[in-house]
């Protein structure tokens, strides 16, 4: 069974920074490209960032980019995201997904974790 | 950026009614790189449908997804208690990727 695991989110201060971590199992990590989506309180879905199974290619939103970096260790079967300068605005539940295939980012998305919470507030 | 617009926002339906679901992009989705997702209170999007018309494992014949270009379509041909959700489009034609803001289908 397919299974994603995020971690490492919290509530945090403007301008600071957090990590987030996502742990894959049942199934073979390094054949899929793999994305993070998040979701504000209340809202719809935002794609965040994709980074293929070699991390040859990586792909970010308008809105993050410069200040989010994405990350594979295929060892460790983890995707990171690392989150920097945060903004009020990037308080969302933020989802580790597979995508559909490996060496592109143009893939569907799915399955997906259950999300991680992170809340930017002063 | 493909923008994609979905209608209604809401649609108020009973058990055994048919739903159908639209999704406008403001420029053509390249090969029909077009998604469908479920997402219910408190749980994760699930996917559905994916380029434009195949359905996912273990997904239920009673949803079908149709449409190329700019005009896509999500029809439940008979909703069950447990379709009542939000659904969201998604194309991964180009990036950034982009989702619909969402169809709440909701019980009348």
């Known amino acids: 069974e397919v299974q994603l695991v995020e971690s490492g989110g919290g509530w945090v201060q403007p301008g600071r920074s957090l990590r987030l971590s996502c742990a894959a199992s049942?199934?073979?990590?390094?054949?899929?490209?793999m994305h993070w989506v998040r979701q504000a309180p209340g809202k719809g879905l935002q794609w965040v960032s994709g980074?293929?199974?070699?991390?040859?290619?990586?792909g970010y939103a308008d809105s993050v980019k410069g200040r989010f970096t994405i990350s594979r260790d295929n060892a460790k079967r983890s995707l990171y995201l690392q989150m920097n300068s945060l903004r009020v605005e990037d308080t969302g539940l933020y989802y580790c997904t597979r995508s559909g295939g490996s060496s592109s980012l143009l893939w569907w998305a799915g399955p997906w974790g259950l999300g991680t919470l992170v809340t930017v507030s002063s | 950026e493909i923008v994609l617009t979905q209608s209604p926002a809401t649609l108020s339906l009973s058990p055994g009614d048919r739903a159908t679901l639209s999704c406008g992009a403001s420029?053509?989705?390249?090969?029909?790189?077009l998604a469908w997702y479920q997402q219910k209170p408190g749980l994760a999007p699930r996917l559905l449908i994916y380029?434009?018309?195949t359905r996912a494992t273990g997904i239920p014949d009673r949803f079908s997804g149709s449409g190329s270009g700019t005009d896509f379509t999500l029809t439940i041909s008979r909703l069950e208690p447990e379709d009542f959700a939000v659904y969201y489009c998604h194309q991964y034609g180009n990036l950034p990727l982009t989702f619909g803001p969402g169809t709440k289908v909701d019980i009348k």
């Open positions: 980074i293929t199974w070699n991390s040859g290619s990586i």
């Open positions: 380029d434009a018309s």
């Open positions: 420029q053509s989705v390249r090969s029909s790189s």
């Open positions: 049942g199934f073979n990590f390094d054949d899929y490209a």
